[in-house]
């Protein structure tokens, strides 16, 4: 009897676990076999004790903030402190969202603040980087002003890549498990929703929601075929319930460029970092942004947008 309730247990701890993914189509390697474990064990122990996603989310920020300051001094014993940090803020990132989905506790704010926590942490990061390179290399020591430009540049293409690789995995989400299974978003609802709040009665809600919906109008007009599709979409299937034979279609298109979405994302960035520090050369990590994941993001962007071009066109053919 207690060898079937060990069972038993084992699997729905393996059951809990599972649900507590995104989805096998969108994670990454990396992941899977070191954060998601973490991050489940961290988010089962916050569950017990009644911490909610939002404050692991908080947690997670200073943890990255206090990672990026590490990251200033040219010692490698403090850089591997900083990497230890950002290694732990990177499971309770990964923790709030696995919460969340045990404890169905879904929020729009729940949402921005985990964008914003990434945004923080590089934030300390590319600073802590000016900072030491205008204090230990001669050239820039020399032109005080070349690795902030550099780091401004760099901070607007991150932002981009981030952006760009969470929409590409919300809209593969959609189809894959559908609207509920995704934080896919339109720009005319969010608007119709900030017209409907004060800034006398509801300040700081629509602050939050007026930066999301800049947000999100940045990822749609990068992304205008994906646009018509949804248009399309809508128009053909208002109820929202689009043939199973489409969803599996465009899911198997889709699937391929998942892994550069999950490049784009925070493992690869922080083995780039990581390597930049051990060879005491941190510019390296902005070279790398600059250079490899640009390269990625722009050919992400060219094939998504012929894909969705096709779909398109197989709609207003009639095949669907």
């Not at 309730?5 to 059951?15: E, F, G, L, M, R």
């Not at 973490?38 to 909610?52: D, E, F, H, Q, R």
């Not at 990026?68 to 290694?87: A, R, T």
């Amino acid at each position: 009897m207690n060898s079937d309730n060990n069972i038993s247990d084992k699997a729905t701890q393996s059951s809990s676990y599972r649900d507590s993914l995104k989805s096998m189509d969108t994670e990454e390697h990396i992941d899977l076999a070191f954060y998601r474990p973490i991050g489940y064990g961290w988010a089962c122990l916050a569950k017990k004790l009644g911490v909610t996603p939002n404050v692991i989310t908080i947690a997670s920020i200073f943890l990255g903030i206090g990672a990026g300051i590490m990251f200033y001094f040219p010692d490698l014993w403090l850089n591997i402190i900083g990497m230890l940090l950002l290694i732990w803020a990177n499971s309770f990132d990964s923790a709030d969202g696995q919460l969340a989905r045990m404890t169905r506790q879904y929020s729009r704010l729940g949402r921005i603040l985990d964008g914003l926590s990434g945004d923080f942490w590089f934030a300390a990061i590319y600073i802590s980087i000016c900072l030491r390179e205008n204090v230990t290399s001669d050239f820039f020591m020399a032109h005080h002003w070349v690795i902030w430009v550099i780091a401004v540049v760099t901070g607007l293409c991150h932002a981009k890549q981030a952006a760009m690789a969470d929409y590409y995995r919300q809209f593969h989400l959609y189809f894959l498990k559908g609207e509920d299974g995704s934080e896919l978003d339109n720009s005319a609802s969010l608007k119709k929703q900030l017209s409907e709040l004060s800034w006398k009665d509801n300040f700081w809600k629509k602050l939050t929601l007026s930066t999301y919906t800049n947000y999100t109008l940045q990822q749609e007009a990068t992304a205008p075929s994906m646009q018509r599709l949804r248009r399309e979409l809508a128009k053909r299937f208002p109820d929202g319930r689009i043939p199973m034979s489409f969803r599996e279609a465009f899911r198997k298109k889709s699937l391929p460029l998942m892994k550069y979405t999950n490049i784009l994302s925070f493992n690869w960035r922080t083995i780039a970092l990581f390597t930049a520090l051990f060879l005491q050369m941190p510019w390296l990590y902005f070279a790398f942004e600059l250079t490899v994941l640009n390269i990625l993001l722009v050919y992400m962007i060219v094939r998504h947008e012929r894909i969705c071009r096709r779909f398109t066109r197989e709609l207003e053919d009639g095949k669907y």
